[in-house]
Nanobody, 124 residues
Framework: QVQLVESGGGSVQAGGSLRLSCAAS?????MGWFRQVPGKEREGVAG????????YYVDSAKDRFTISQDGTQNTVYLQMNSLKPEDTATYYC????????????????????WGQGTQVTVSS
C-alpha cells in the first residue's frame, strides 16, 4: 500500500501562483493530479510517468501548470501559474501502481492510490 501526502494548497488572487506537493511512500508507475468541485466529476489535470519523467496535461492546464518530480522520484509537484477563479477546486494527488493503466488518459478508476486532497481557492 502506497501512502500519498499532499501539501501546498491555499488561497491566492487571480494571476497568482501556487505549488502543490505530493510525497509517495513507495514505488508508483504514474502519478497524476486531479481536481474536483462540488457537484462535478473529478477531472484530470496533469500526469507524469515516474521512470521516464514524461508528462501529460489536459488542455486547460497546458502553458500554465507544470508537473515535475524530484531526483528521488518520491515527490511530485504541480506548479500552477496564472491561476484563474475557475481553477478553484480540491486538488488530489493520485498514483498508479503499474502499467495496467494509461497515464495520459486521466481515468480516475485506473489510479489505485489517492491523497487526502488539498483546497485551492482563486479569488477574482
Amino acid at each position: 500500500q502506497v501512502q500519498l501526502v499532499e501539501s501546498g494548497g491555499g488561497s491566492v488572487q487571480a494571476g497568482g501562483s501556487l505549488r502543490l506537493s505530493c510525497a509517495a511512500s513507495g514505488y508508483t508507475y504514474c502519478m497524476g493530479w486531479f481536481r474536483q468541485v462540488p457537484g462535478k466529476e473529478r477531472e484530470g489535470v496533469a500526469g507524469i510517468l515516474r521512470r521516464s519523467g514524461r508528462t501529460y496535461y489536459v488542455d486547460s492546464a497546458k502553458d500554465r501548470f507544470t508537473i515535475s518530480q524530484d531526483g528521488t522520484q518520491n515527490t511530485v509537484y504541480l506548479q500552477m501559474n496564472s491561476l484563474k477563479p475557475e481553477d478553484t477546486a480540491t486538488y488530489y494527488c493520485a498514483a498508479m501502481r503499474n502499467s495496467d493503466g494509461y497515464c495520459a488518459r486521466f481515468r480516475s478508476s485506473e489510479y489505485q492510490y489517492w491523497g487526502q486532497g488539498t483546497q485551492v481557492t482563486v479569488s477574482s
